[in-house]
Structures are given as structure tokens and as C-alpha cells.
């Protein structure tokens, strides 16, 4: 029975390599208690990274053992369940069949979770832990670090420099995807150690130079690979599921094992052959990472993936504070990547109080989430970014940076509302002509409108980059939203350029709009 201010829920992952899921009772962050917990082992992520596409066989076994799940929840009558897959059905071909098949068979429906939000949610419980550390004053690993996550389909870079999140980058060499980039017999071959090393290296040398400016102090290493690495050196892993390891103790066991094939690992370390085939390309990476970053501390978490989506799914439920400083952390890392093109501070953030201020004007009008103010704020910070490639056409170029950026705490979807909003940011009607909005799903356009529209509203009250208007408000009274004023200046450019784009939000939200000085 759950505790008063608690409730139970479940998580299951259909990940590559497993299929788990936890039963919890979830009362704050720091209050989880475990009901139940099963983990299974499945070959599944082996198949899609060969054939492309998981096979019906596979597809009937995953429903059977779906369905073995479920009645486990009926058991414990749990009603309120979440189910995610990760690079297991991201990289399916035959996604949509397979997404079908599950929920006419077991009645799931599936999140297919991104790879830049699969490593978010790793991230946010990482970050949980650190700082739950440093309140603690148990640890001092510094204010610059580097988190690494690897997956079966990528390896996650995210740097922290001086308490803030400063830089993240994903890159498609996971551990699965490593082993299937190269034929069996290559594999089996004595080069292949060698040639593995050097083609992680080709692929992850342009990161090193952005990295080593964050300066990091110490190199977090998590993930199931990182619990398998720690398995095999012999380390005790804490409370928080954390050991530290020292540099030498690594080069050893890269020294004995970085040459063996998967079958002498698993002679030689008595681990099953799944763990065996990940050692390799996991060592491998670990190698190249810490020989060009050198740090004073490496830690091993053994975060795996439904562990932290269920602090994750738990904490959204009851709008834990650290959610909010994870958000701030996201947009001051969104900060970064538009200075790294082109971006103005005073401009931007005149622009996101104006939008704060119009959004909670509106209330209940809006109809728009604290999530879709979120977006609406990353939207305003990357606008500009197109200018760096070029001031002609600028919008399609920022579309087109966004787009090919991972942001950290958004999902693709989301991301692809972020560009849109971009890409009108000033003119253009949003049609299903062109594919910045055609790719949205309905309910993502009808978001989108109306983020646009109050996009080029404040957009065009700092016209001028001189944020003249001062102690914004905004009212609705009515039919008609009041956005008031006070200013010293002469305000004719902002207002001329108002009413030349206030009629695009009129039409979305069926309210006059006025903006006038007091």
C-alpha cells in the first residue's frame, strides 16, 4: 500500500540488449522505494543493427514477454505505467510495423525515445547524484566536468564547466553499432583491435579540442558499459551505485583485455557473451576519451537507463525544483551553441521576458504549457544563429543548424517546433508548402502557430536592439490583450513594426491586441 503523498507506477525498457522494467513507489527524489524489479536479456539490438529490422519471430517473442510484463502489473495493480525502447526501434526500418504489432498484441503504446533525450534522462539522474554529493560535502570532483554515457548506439559527450552546462555532443559510435561497422572475419581477426582503436579515434578526434576548453576535472563514466567495465576490474560500486577508479588501474585492464576477442573475455573474466562482445568497443572508447582528456578523477556509475527514467517520469509528476534547474541549465547550454554562431544577450532576453510576460498575460487563452514557453525561449535564443552562414535567407539556415544540432532536453519532435518557429520568425505564412512545417504533426503546427505569433510580436517590441520599452505587462481583457508599457524613448519604429504583426496573432488566438504606452 502507498504511503500518503506517494504513488506507484511502472517503467519498462525494450532496449537493445534487455527488456526491464521497475515497479516504484515514488514519494520525492529522494524517497524511491523499489516494489519490483525485472531485467531479461534479448538479442534483439544485435539483429537490428545487421538486418536493419527486427523480424517477425523476434517481434512475437518481444508481444509474448510484453504481455508477461503486464500481468505483472495487473498483479501489483499498477494502472499508471510508461513503456520506452530506445536504439532498438529508433533504428529499426520497420519501426512503424513493429510499433503496430506491440500495441494491437499487448495494448502498449511505445516511446521511442531519441538518442539526445535517451542520454538526458541518464544525465538528469547523474546530475541528481553530483550535486546531491556536493550538499552532502561527501565528494569534491571539482565544478568542471565531463559526463560520458555509452549506449549500444552512441556515445554521449556533456561538459560542465564551473558549476554550468556548457557543451554536449552525441556520436553514432556505440558499442553495438562499433562491432556491426565491421564484417565477422574482420572481427576475428588479430588487426581488428588495432583498426577498431584507430577508427574511434578518426571519429571522435574533432571533439577534443572543444572539450579540453571546459577544462574538466573529472570524467564521469555511466551506463550498463561503464557497470561491466567496473565488473571486470573488480570495484565495489557504493550506495549511489558510484566507484572511483584510478587511471593505472584502467591501463591495466586495457593492457589485459583490449586485445582479446569476445570469446578469450569471457574465458578469461567468466562474464555471459553479451557482456563479453561490449568489453572491447567499451575499453576502446574509454582509451581514446582519457587519452586525450586528462583529468584527476574518473568515476563509474552504474545508471542504467530505466533507473533514470523512472526518477525522471517521477520527478515530472510532482514538479520536483531540480526539473526547473535542470531547464535553466538547458537554456543556458542553448546560450553556448548560439554564441557560437551569432547571438545577441540583451536582445534575446528582452525577448524572452517579453514572451514570459505575454504568455502569463494570456492565462488560460493561450493554451499553451510551461514546456511550450520552454520551447518558445529556445526558439528566441537560436533565431539569429542563420545570420552566421549567411544574412541572406538567414531563417533556412538557422532551420537547417537547428535541425542538424543535438539539444540537450529536447526531443527531435521538439526540436523540429524550435526550427519552425525560426523559420517564420518574421514573415511567411505557415503552410504545408513548405517542410519546416509539413514534417510537424497536427498538434505540433497548431503549438507551433501560436508560439510564431508571439514570436514576431516581441520580436518586433526590440525592433531597434535597444529594449526601449521597460516594465512590460500584458492583460487580457475581454476579446482584447493589453501589452502596456513605459518608456523615455522614441518607441515609433517598435510600434509601427507591432502593428505590421500583430494581425498573424490575432487570426491564431481570436483576440484584438493593443500595445500602448502608459
Not at 148 to 177: F, K, M, P
Request: one cysteine or more; charged letters at 25%.
Amino acid at each position: 500500500m502507498a504511503e500518503e503523498n506517494s504513488f506507484v507506477y511502472g517503467i519498462i525498457h525494450i532496449g537493445s540488449s534487455s527488456l526491464s522494467m521497475r515497479i516504484v513507489e515514488y514519494k520525492d527524489a529522494d524517497t524511491i522505494r523499489v516494489i519490483e524489479e525485472v531485467r531479461k536479456e534479448t538479442t534483439f539490438g544485435e539483429e537490428v543493427f545487421i538486418n536493419k529490422k527486427l523480424s517477425f519471430t523476434s517481434i512475437r517473442r518481444l508481444c509474448d514477454m510484453l504481455n508477461g510484463l503486464k500481468q505483472l502489473l495487473r498483479d501489483y495493480c499498477v494502472t499508471d505505467y510508461k513503456v520506452y525502447a530506445t536504439a532498438i526501434l529508433r533504428e529499426a526500418e520497420n519501426r512503424r510495423p513493429v510499433l503496430d504489432l506491440i500495441h494491437v498484441n499487448t495494448g502498449f503504446h511505445v516511446d521511442v525515445v531519441d538518442m539526445p533525450q535517451e542520454i538526458y534522462y541518464k544525465h538528469y539522474l547523474l546530475q541528481y547524484l553530483i550535486q546531491k554529493s556536493r550538499n552532502g560535502k561527501r565528494y569534491d570532483y571539482g565544478d568542471n566536468l565531463l559526463f560520458v554515457d555509452i549506449t549500444s548506439g552512441c556515445v554521449g559527450l556533456t561538459a560542465w564547466e564551473n558549476g554550468s552546462l556548457r557543451y554536449q555532443h552525441n556520436v553514432h559510435i556505440g558499442t553495438l553499432r562499433l562491432l556491426e561497422t565491421f564484417k565477422q572475419n574482420q572481427r576475428d581477426s588479430l588487426d581488428f583491435p588495432q583498426a577498431m582503436a584507430e577508427y574511434i579515434h578518426a571519429i571522435m578526434s574533432p571533439l577534443w579540442g572543444a572539450i579540453k576548453r571546459y577544462h574538466p576535472n573529472s570524467i564521469i563514466l555511466s551506463g550498463r558499459e561503464a557497470r561491466i567495465i567496473a565488473s571486470l576490474m573488480k570495484l565495489s560500486m557504493d550506495a549511489e551505485n558510484k566507484a572511483e577508479v584510478k587511471a593505472d588501474a584502467f591501463k591495466k585492464l586495457y593492457m589485459e583485455a583490449g586485445s582479446l576477442s569476445a570469446s578469450r573475455t569471457r574465458q578469461k573474466y567468466y562474464v555471459s557473451e553479451q557482456w563479453a562482445m561490449t568489453v572491447l568497443p567499451t575499453i576502446h572508447i574509454y582509451k581514446e576519451i582519457l587519452d586525450n582528456v586528462p583529468v584527476e578523477h574518473i568515476l563509474m556509475f552504474g545508471t542504467t537507463f530505466v533507473e533514470a527514467v523512472t526518477m525522471f517520469y517521477g520527478a515530472e509528476k510532482v514538479k520536483e525544483p531540480f526539473i526547473l534547474y535542470m531547464q535553466t541549465q538547458n537554456i543556458e547550454l542553448t546560450r553556448s551553441i548560439a554564441a557560437a554562431y551569432y547571438y545577441e544577450p540583451l536582445h534575446t532576453k528582452a525577448l524572452e521576458l517579453y514572451s514570459h510576460v505575454i504568455i502569463a498575460g494570456l492565462k488560460k487563452k493561450s493554451g499553451l504549457t510551461k514546456r511550450d514557453e520552454f520551447l518558445l525561449r529556445m526558439a528566441i535564443i537560436l533565431y539569429q544563429i542563420g545570420k552566421y552562414v549567411n544574412l541572406l535567407d538567414s531563417q533556412a539556415h538557422a532551420w537547417n543548424l537547428i535541425r542538424g544540432t543535438d539539444i540537450f532536453g529536447i526531443s527531435d519532435k521538439e526540436k523540429d517546433i524550435v526550427a519552425s518557429v525560426v523559420y517564420y520568425d518574421h514573415k511567411g505564412n505557415p503552410s504545408d508548402d513548405d517542410t519546416p512545417f509539413r514534417i510537424l504533426s497536427d498538434t505540433a503546427k497548431m503549438t507551433a502557430l501560436k508560439l510564431i505569433s508571439i514570436f514576431r510580436m516581441v520580436r518586433a517590441m526590440d525592433i531597434s536592439r535597444k529594449q526601449k520599452l521597460k516594465d512590460i505587462t500584458a492583460r487580457a481583457t475581454g476579446d482584447i490583450l493589453i501589452i502596456e508599457y513605459d518608456s523615455r524613448e522614441n518607441t515609433a519604429l517598435e510600434t509601427w513594426m507591432f502593428d505590421k504583426n500583430k494581425e498573424f496573432f490575432e487570426n491564431v488566438y481570436g483576440l484584438e491586441v493593443k500595445l500602448e504606452r502608459r
